[in-house]
């Protein structure tokens, strides 16, 4: 079986602890740790494993440098995982930033190199500080291209390309908010991501150029493994590790080509190497029916790891979505996306994997998925006309909720607002269901569904907070609307 290792760029950070295991099993997990803390060190940061290794309560919030050494670390252990079970690689994909981590992982970069070249380019873009934005939009490139040039300005362009029907622009925020009205106008899906660094535009050409001068020169080694390389189109050679990071912050990013490619190449299995499935359901997206595994996601990684030196498709670890029409029949309507945008830090979705429960039938999945965080997302097709568009959250029904509301009271009324759109008997969704992993609601339409949970019990803020499209549950939202309506009323 051809696999290709694909990590994810710039994500949510990492849950505490998730490296425990990996970290007490490998010493090539424990070594890379080791490096990369030295680094940290050395650039006058916050050493990264402690919390990677232990779930001892200490906060995630803290600037970008080190988030994107954690999600390096991340990614390059569970490279070092497979390998160590006996995974081999035909070649490793990395997304925006994820390049300097496929570059380490292929043993291009020294571990630390990358770590000090992942810094250099945050700080970089930093010291830029635009103020951009990007907008990921559930059509295909040609109708996302199209949008920019309508305001023709040089910044606003296509930025990255990941899927046959979800692409993201970058531009100036004032232009932005311009195309997002459009794209209300049309009934196309968007949402706009929560980036620290906008990138992918040639509005970033003087932060290229800072990092020409300012990072660290490092050397760029043999390697064991072929890095193939989205924004190149084509593979890493003997390029100047500095000029490839530079020269990414300026240049699109085609991963729809890029596994497209690859698949007809004949690679039938992707293997992400971060905490959740990103760059993966941008592969589902593409090449319908490929085989793709997410090891960290799985409740026994291990187990699902040595399924796939198998060659085993049991116990669900390949996911294979084949595209389906809505709950309800609305072929119209547009489903949810993924949001994980190129450079983002805080939009990717995650949901802890749990058990399924076999008496809740699995949902059809949507027509296509859009997805934190330095890396953008897949979405359905936009209506052929606006005419055509139809709603796609259920209406709530009834009045405002009353000042005070108890648990069971607000879980009734999110179980038939949320099974109306899944097409489930309400009674059938768990409080602890994980709405993406198990029901299969990506973020996007979970954002729609926050908006209409804040609207029914009058909750302005609630829309806005991100901490419920993680870890999301019946159960975790039902128990913010109580206790936020109990600070209400408090009040």
Request: charged share 20%; with cysteine.
């Amino acid at each position: 079986m051809d696999s290709v290792f694909v990590m994810p760029g710039t994500v949510p950070a990492p849950r505490a602890g998730i490296l425990s295991e990996l970290h007490h099993r490998y010493e090539t997990v424990r070594e890379s740790l080791s490096r990369i803390d030295k680094a940290a060190r050395e650039m006058g940061l916050s050493e990264i494993s402690p919390r990677l290794i232990e779930d001892n309560g200490t906060s995630d919030r803290h600037g970008p440098e080190v988030q994107y050494l954690e999600i390096y670390a991340v990614s390059l252990a569970t490279h070092h995982m497979l390998v160590a079970e006996g995974v081999r690689p035909v070649a490793i994909v990395g997304q925006s930033i994820g390049e300097l981590w496929a570059l380490a992982a292929a043993g291009h970069l020294a571990v630390e190199d990358a770590a000090r070249l992942a810094v250099a380019r945050s700080q970089a873009l930093t010291r830029q500080g635009w103020g951009g934005k990007m907008l990921a939009v559930g059509v295909d490139g040609r109708r996302a291209r199209a949008l920019a040039g309508l305001l023709d300005h040089p910044h606003l362009v296509l930025a990255c390309e990941n899927a046959p029907r979800q692409s993201v622009l970058s531009g100036p925020e004032p232009l932005i908010g311009f195309i997002e009205r459009v794209a209300d106008t049309l009934g196309w899906p968007h949402l706009r991501l929560d980036v620290p660094h906008p990138t992918h535009t040639p509005a970033m050409v003087h932060a290229a150029r800072d990092l020409r001068a300012s990072a660290p020169r490092v050397p760029f080694r043999t390697g064991r493994w072929r890095v193939c390389s989205p924004w190149l189109g084509r593979d890493v050679g003997d390029d100047d590790p500095v000029d490839l990071v530079a020269g990414a912050l300026t240049a699109p990013v085609r991963m729809l080509q890029t596994i497209r490619d690859l698949h007809a190449a004949g690679v039938d299995a992707f293997v992400e190497c971060g905490e959740w499935p990103v760059v993966t359901k941008f592969v589902e997206a593409s090449v319908p029916g490929v085989r793709c595994v997410v090891p960290l996601s799985e409740g026994d990684p291990f187990e699902a790891v040595r399924a796939l030196v198998a060659g085993s498709s049991r116990g669900g670890l390949f996911r294979e979505r084949v595209p389906a029409p809505p709950p309800g029949g609305n072929g119209v309507a547009a489903q949810a996306m993924t949001t994980v945008s190129a450079g983002s830090l805080a939009a990717l979705p995650t949901a802890v994997p749990v058990a399924h429960r076999p008496s809740v039938p699995a949902p059809p999945p949507p027509v296509v998925h859009l997805n934190p965080v330095a890396d953008p997302v897949p979405m359905v097709s936009a209506p052929p006309v606006p005419a055509a568009t139809t709603a796609i959250i259920p209406a709530a029904s009834g009045p405002v909720a009353p000042a005070g509301v108890d648990y069971e009271t607000v879980l009734t009324e999110l179980r038939v607002l949320y099974g109306d759109f899944l097409g489930y008997p309400p009674d059938l969704l768990g409080e602890d269901d994980g709405l993406e992993s198990e029901l299969g609601v990506e973020s996007l339409k979970q954002v729609a569904l926050l908006g209409r949970v804040s609207d029914r019990f009058d909750l302005p803020d609630l829309r806005a907070n991100t901490s419920l499209l993680t870890l999301a549950t019946l159960r975790r939202i039902a128990e913010t609307v109580v206790r936020t309506r109990s600070e209400v009323v408090a009040r």
